[in-house]
């Protein structure tokens, strides 16, 4: 990875967590449950749109 798309990467990661936070504050629940929410979201749509791609 070269100094652009790490630092590419590192401002999405920014602005997840921003907006996680945001989601946490709002709907009163600690920012580390929802992280992990958030992950198992991730991995679940990757996965089915790896089935959907084998179809």
Not at 15 to 26: G, P, R, T, V
Not at 38 to 55: F, H, P, R
């Amino acid at each position: 990875m070269d100094l652009l798309d790490e630092m590419d990467h590192n401002s999405e990661v920014r602005y997840i967590a921003l907006e996680l936070m945001k989601l946490s504050k709002l709907k009163n629940i600690p920012f580390k449950k929802l992280a992990r929410e958030y992950i198992k979201n991730v991995y679940l749509l990757d996965q089915m749109i790896q089935e959907a791609q084998e179809k």
